[in-house]
């Protein structure tokens, strides 16, 4: 009751409250998607232009409680008009509890990304509030945290003296860690049908039938090249379907025999797409696609192991789109048996810093042992600036090199196991 009391005692009436704001987003920043929206109070209405500036609408009403900000939310989806990422930036003028949470969540939809922001001020309910949105955002792959309360820890001069609101530098503060959370913008769903050039030699009119997640790759020796269509289908030639800028997968068989049997898949996103012809020439099959996550990658895995079709070493350099849980990876192990080996590459954030999936990455190939075998191209390449585009992710010509160095060292979990010698052999 104490904290209702506290909670009426500190809200301050709308009518007192400034205008509504409203600002669309200044730039592109998610491939021509619906900008993500930030729903906000008081705290968001000091950072409103620079919020907008780094790729989102931004709504802020001034003492904006929780009810209202649902409210807005089910008028968006009744309307259409709700994008695939939700900033939740109230907290500030009452509590919220890990019920409240798991409720914004079904409003939101779970196909969409929910980030949370934590609050921070001389309130009670600061606390049990940041609780509920740290606990959803370990439960849930889909909600993710933006820790205000310890972004803005110990910054002098980012918060105006109630300890809550902000001052300038706040604001920008307050904005980069937003744009920092666009890495976790969900992807639409892959975009299948695309015309891709396959190195190897031509087998004349013969064709080898590969299946992939959802599509059928038909090798031409005749034409030398792969078409990607859904199964059953006929993709154009010389044309890649784009959908919200990602294009279609892609796969490419190895240019070269480097180990008995079937080759080692690598199967990639946006980054892997800036090495395919190098990571085909050390003996891969390369399935890449932008804008790829975990979810799609494994069901490439699920397809292939169904079908009978997986080789002995898979490799998955995914992350870059969305965090890869331990839970993800113990599915791929799962679907992969303990006969077959799995790599992970570790992804790298922007600018080469560290993320939850190296993170995560890390910690299970440390549980696991032999099962997974760790690549980490995040610190393999710290520093090496020349092996990438500017936004310190894609691939130079050096850094597709780089990488399939690191491919090429994985090619002996590629090899068959022996075989078991029989449990009774005659003694000559």
Known sequence: MAGVVLAL????????????????AARDAVDGARAPLVIGDSVVAGAVPEIARAGFEVDAQCARQMS???????????????????????GTNGPQRYADVVRLRRVVGTSRTLVLVTPRGPVPWTGPTAAAYRRAARKWRTVVLADWARTSSGRAGWLAPDGIHLQARGAAGYARMLRATLRHFPRPEPAIDAFVPIPGPPAAARRVALRTAGATV?????????????AG???????????????????????????????????????????????????????AHGCRQIGEGTAVVRRLARAGRLPRLVVVQLGTNGVVTESDVRRLLRLLGPERSLALVTPRAAGGADNRS????????????ARVTLVDWQRDSAGRSSWFQ????????SGAAALARRLRALLPLARPLPPEPPAFQAIP
Not at 218 to 230: H, I, L, Q
Not at 243 to 255: A, E, L, N, T
Not at 390 to 397: E, S
């Open 9 to 24: 005692l500190w809200t301050v009436p709308a009518a007192a409250c400034g205008p509504h704001l409203h600002r669309s």
């Open 233 to 287: 289908s006929r993709a154009g030639r010389g044309t890649v379907a784009k959908q919200g800028g990602c294009g279609g997968v892609r796969v490419v068989g190895p240019s070269r025999r480097t180990v008995p049997g079937r080759a080692p898949l690598v199967i990639g996103d946006s980054v892997l797409l800036g090495a395919m012809p190098e990571a085909a020439r050390v003996g891969f099959t390369v399935d």
């Open 68 to 90: 209202a900000g649902l409210a807005m939310i089910r008028a968006r989806r009744a309307a259409g008009t709700l994008p695939r990422m939700i900033v939740w930036a109230l």
């Open 358 to 369: 190296a993170h995560n990455m890390r910690r299970i190939a440390a549980r696991t042992g």
């Open 218 to 230: 038909t090798r031409d020796g005749a034409r030398d090249a792969a078409v990607v269509g859904p």
């Open 390 to 397: 500017p936004d310190g992710i894609h691939l130079t010509p």
